[in-house]
């Protein structure tokens, strides 16, 4: 089996160093099996587009040293990579699921499901589709039809009965079918969710191990049921720990984490940021912070990934910061720091 990881970004703005960091993770676990790293643009909701989006992304993997196999700019057998282009793709599997009865549509407005929201708050119920449409009789859906509201396709999601997900680092958790709800899988713009997407990417491209961000993990079982409903083996889930700052907050602008090309900007080295990335969630043996590349490529594992939150430390990548340039040859040295005397020097 050839190990297949994928980076699968929402270009919504810069890189931030949690989501870089699992990129690292995907590169790591490829390169060290002598796999395929597998970039894919996951530009599905068009609302949060931000310009320039792509090109940070990638330019951020360069300079880090994260090559990809197969992308949108190389291109590859499993193509194309970004979701927008793959719309009719995800129409099919749309229509799979809805000839095997896994889906139906959905009429209802936004203004109904405000209303259905509103009273389940009321009733202090956490909100969730009613289940309007899942049985609509032939006649009440011929009139919906005939109303020319273009309908969302939504999952039909088991009422009973439970969901097993595995994950590579928490092993199998469990979930009631009753908790989940009916959730949208193709928008009426025929724009597909994450949830339809990203599992149809995943299968058609042969990936064999999904390391994802945590927040992940309450759509497993959504995701398990989409495979099941396809008749499709899962891949191998590792749900990579949140990054905290140090004050165990969300981590953000304030604890000193900014987007990864502001690194190089301030004069971070990319081999720095690499070590002190693999350090946030992962774990040589509890001990060593100092790791070139091949270290980490020859002893990166899933199993000595850490499930618990990783606390993002400023101070901590300053030194590590410092180390390497220290380390480096005088030549490298002079090149690393000619551009700042450059720009200095205007
Ligand atoms: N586009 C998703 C995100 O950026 C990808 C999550 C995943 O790796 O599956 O959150
Ligand atoms: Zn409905």
């Given at each position: 089996?050839?190990?297949?990881?994928?980076?699968?970004?929402?270009?919504?703005?810069?890189?931030?160093?949690?989501?870089?960091?699992?990129?690292?993770?995907?590169?790591?676990?490829?390169?060290?099996?002598?796999?395929?790293?597998?970039?894919?643009?996951?530009?599905?909701?068009?609302?949060?587009?931000?310009?320039?989006?792509?090109?940070?992304?990638?330019?951020?993997?360069?300079?880090?040293?994260?090559?990809?196999d197969?992308?949108?700019?190389?291109?590859?057998?499993?193509?194309?990579?970004?979701?927008?282009?793959?719309?009719?793709?995800?129409?099919?599997?749309?229509?799979?699921?809805?000839?095997?009865?896994?889906?139906?549509?959905?009429?209802?407005?936004?203004?109904?499901?405000?209303?259905?929201?509103?009273?389940?708050?009321?009733?202090?119920?956490?909100?969730?589709?009613?289940?309007?449409?899942?049985?609509l009789?032939?006649?009440?859906?011929?009139?919906?039809?005939?109303?020319?509201?273009?309908?969302?396709?939504?999952?039909k999601?088991?009422?009973?009965?439970?969901?097993?997900?595995?994950?590579?680092?928490?092993?199998?958790v469990?979930?009631?079918?009753?908790?989940?709800?009916?959730?949208?899988?193709?928008?009426?713009?025929?724009?597909?969710?994450?949830?339809?997407?990203?599992?149809?990417?995943?299968?058609?491209?042969?990936?064999?191990h999904?390391?994802?961000?945590?927040?992940?993990?309450?759509?497993?079982?959504?995701?398990?049921?989409?495979?099941?409903?396809?008749?499709?083996?899962?891949?191998?889930?590792?749900?990579?720990?949140?990054?905290?700052?140090?004050?165990?907050?969300?981590?953000?602008?304030?604890?000193?984490?900014?987007?990864?090309?502001?690194?190089?900007?301030?004069?971070?080295?990319?081999?720095?940021l690499?070590?002190?990335?693999?350090?946030?969630?992962?774990?040589?043996?509890?001990?060593?912070?100092?790791?070139?590349?091949?270290?980490?490529?020859?002893?990166?594992?899933?199993?000595?990934?850490?499930?618990?939150?990783?606390?993002?430390?400023?101070?901590?990548?300053?030194?590590?910061?410092?180390?390497?340039?220290r380390?480096?040859?005088?030549?490298?040295?002079?090149?690393?720091?000619?551009?700042?005397?450059?720009?200095?020097?205007?």
């Open positions: 089996m050839t190990v297949r990881t994928r980076y699968a970004p929402s270009p919504t703005g810069d890189p931030h160093l949690g989501n870089i960091r699992t990129a690292l993770f995907d590169w790591l676990l490829a390169r060290r099996f002598g796999g395929r790293f597998i970039l894919r643009i996951e530009d599905t909701d068009q609302a949060r587009y931000a310009e320039g989006g792509v090109e940070n992304l990638m330019a951020a993997l360069r300079w880090l040293g994260l090559d990809w197969e992308g949108p700019d190389i291109g590859g057998p499993f193509g194309p990579y970004v979701q927008s282009q793959r719309l009719e793709i995800y129409r099919e599997h749309a229509d799979i699921l809805l000839a095997g009865d896994h889906a139906y549509e959905c009429y209802c407005s936004p203004d109904r499901l405000d209303e259905v929201r509103k009273a389940q708050q009321a009733r202090k119920e956490p909100p969730r589709y009613d289940n309007h449409c899942r049985d009789t032939p006649e009440r859906r011929a009139e919906a039809e005939a109303s020319g509201v273009t309908p969302v396709v939504r999952f999601t088991p009422l009973e009965g439970e969901t097993r997900t595995a994950d590579a680092l928490r092993g199998e469990v979930f009631q079918n009753a908790t989940l709800d009916d959730f949208v899988i193709l928008k009426s713009d025929g724009y597909p969710t994450y949830h339809l997407a990203a599992m149809v990417d995943d299968h058609l491209m042969k990936i064999t999904v390391l994802r961000d945590e927040s992940w993990l309450p759509s497993a079982p959504k995701h398990f049921l989409i495979y099941q409903a396809f008749g499709w083996e899962p891949p191998v889930f590792a749900h990579v720990s949140r990054v905290l700052g140090s004050d165990k907050a969300k981590l953000s602008k304030r604890h000193g984490a900014h987007s990864v090309l502001e690194y190089r900007e301030q004069g971070y080295l990319a081999d720095a690499v070590n002190f990335l693999a350090l946030l969630g992962w774990s040589l043996d509890d001990k060593t912070d100092i790791m070139s590349r091949q270290t980490l490529l020859e002893n990166f594992s899933v199993e000595r990934l850490i499930p618990n939150p990783a606390v993002f430390n400023a101070e901590k990548l300053l030194w590590l910061n410092g180390t390497y340039i380390d480096l040859p005088d030549e490298d040295l002079a090149d690393a720091v000619l551009p700042f005397l450059e720009r200095h020097l205007g």
